[in-house]
């Protein structure tokens, strides 16, 4: 079992940044690799980008690459996901994953590859 608490999303204009944060307790957080995806009102729930378990790789949507970066504290059993340059279309909430599986090339955005989630944190860019 790994519980996933998020935290510091909020309203922002567009332009400027967040730093979103994923605290994991429970199963070992060091043997979990770690997502984020977003939902909107009325979509689906995207995937944003994700981290394997040591740090050494990163996974990104097109749509945020070159301003979204993931990272991860093994020692404080955290996620982070720094946004930068927000736009409008980045509203949503942000859900941050868990799963104890090998994230590979074609399953590392699929929500399903995911067990663990936290309970969302609402941010909100206007424009």
């Known amino acids: 079992q790994v519980l996933l608490a998020e935290s510091g999303g909020g309203l922002v204009q567009a332009g400027g940044s967040l730093r979103l944060s994923c605290a994991a307790s429970g199963r070992a957080f060091s043997m979990s690799d770690m997502a984020w995806f977003r939902q909107a009102p009325g979509k689906e729930r995207d995937f944003v980008t994700a981290?394997?378990?040591?740090?050494?790789?990163?996974y990104y949507a097109d749509s945020v690459k070159g301003r979204f970066t993931i990272s991860r504290d093994n020692a404080k059993n955290t996620v982070y996901l720094q946004m930068n340059n927000l736009k409008p279309e980045d509203t949503a909430v942000y859900y941050c994953a868990a799963t104890g599986s090998i994230l590979s090339s074609i399953s590392y955005n699929s929500r399903y590859t995911y067990t663990y989630w936290g309970q969302g944190t609402q941010v909100t860019v206007s424009s």
């Open positions: 981290i394997t378990r040591n740090g050494g790789n990163t």
